[in-house]
């Protein structure tokens, strides 16, 4: 009998891989010589059609005096500060309350995670309306209720107040993504813990702090990575809450990095400097992370 060109075990290690290959190669496509592709561009000097040169480090040095990329930076560090806690706060709060037996349960759980699965252009459209600055419920309530001036009202989606939007739309729509999340954590907590704890006279706050919270500590970090990354990445919900329609540019109070590469690269086409700036935004959230990781692995040893 004649012996097959290729063995047994080496067929079925090339039909694995055969299976792999379609995604690994769109990945490196896609994804991974693009991250090499900038990481060099932020080196050169070119707008896509002229000769490529050498640039050194003249792009990052141009960083420090680029007040738009320090208002981008500023921008993007402080929506980061506000959206993850609050956002961590309000999912877990959700999904305790959404765990409990309570009437409607799944009704409230659905609604909650409706914001999430929406389109992002329907909802904003939605916040628009109702924080408009003179025909939106928002400010019709603190004028007639709480008798705003009219000059007063605050005007939601320009000046100072514009971070505040993104920050309070955010935590809107993402809550619920993050609160199933919370409730895959504490179903996963045994139930004799709680059980114990009434027997010793815990209240509902000791059995949170002792029980709930200790036993969510991974659910959290992964939380605050996800929170953390996708915050760092904002683009978006800046365009459609901020910009004045469809892409245009965004004022200097809302502008935030990911939007400034994109202006940089395909606006103004600098293809260097706008590397730069990923380079930049890349080692921050990189930054981040590691200090995440370290913590955890710190608590986890403790």
């Keep these: 009998m004649k012996k097959p060109f290729l063995s047994k075990k080496t067929r079925r290690t090339l039909i694995a891989y055969s299976f792999i290959a379609p995604n690994f190669i769109g990945f490196c496509v896609f994804t991974l010589v693009p991250i090499v592709f900038a990481f060099c561009l932020a080196f050169l000097k070119w707008d896509g059609s002229n000769p490529i040169e050498f640039a050194g480090l003249s792009n990052f040095a141009?960083?420090?005096?680029?007040?738009?990329?320090?208002?981008?930076?500023?921008?993007t560090i402080l929506y980061c500060?506000?959206?993850?806690?609050?956002?961590?706060?309000?999912?877990?709060?959700?999904?305790?309350?959404?765990?409990?037996?309570?009437?409607?349960?799944?009704?409230?759980?659905t609604l909650s995670f409706f914001p999430y699965v929406a389109s992002l252009v329907a909802v904003t459209a939605v916040w628009k309306m109702l924080f408009h600055p003179t025909k939106g419920p928002i400010n019709s309530i603190l004028f007639n209720t709480f008798h705003v001036a009219q000059e007063?009202?605050?005007?939601w989606f320009t000046g100072a107040l514009v971070l505040v939007s993104m920050i309070l739309f955010s935590v809107w729509k993402y809550m619920g993504y993050y609160m199933v999340i919370y409730l895959a954590g504490l179903q996963g907590i045994p139930s004799e813990l709680y059980e114990a704890a009434a027997l010793d006279g815990a209240?509902?706050?000791?059995?949170?702090?002792?029980?709930?919270?200790?036993?969510?500590?991974?659910?959290?970090?992964?939380v605050v990575v996800m929170l953390t990354i996708n915050c760092f990445k904002i683009y978006d919900i800046a365009v459609m809450l901020a910009g004045a329609g469809g892409g245009s540019d965004l004022t200097e109070s809302a502008t935030v990095l990911v939007y400034y590469i994109y202006q940089k690269a395909f606006i103004s086409w600098d293809l260097g400097y706008s590397s730069a700036v990923a380079m930049v935004l890349f080692v921050l959230v990189l930054g981040v992370t590691i200090i995440q990781f370290y913590g955890q692995s710190k608590k986890d040893k403790a």
Excluded: E, H
């Design 152 to 155: 007063n009202l605050p005007k």
């Design 203 to 222: 209240g509902t706050w000791n059995k949170f702090r002792y029980i709930t919270w200790p036993q969510l500590s991974a659910t959290t970090f992964f």
């Design 62 to 75: 141009r960083l420090a005096d680029d007040t738009f990329f320090k208002a981008a930076l500023r921008n």
């Design 81 to 109: 500060l506000g959206t993850v806690p609050l956002t961590m706060i309000a999912s877990l709060a959700l999904a305790v309350l959404l765990n409990q037996k309570v009437v409607g349960r799944g009704i409230f759980r």
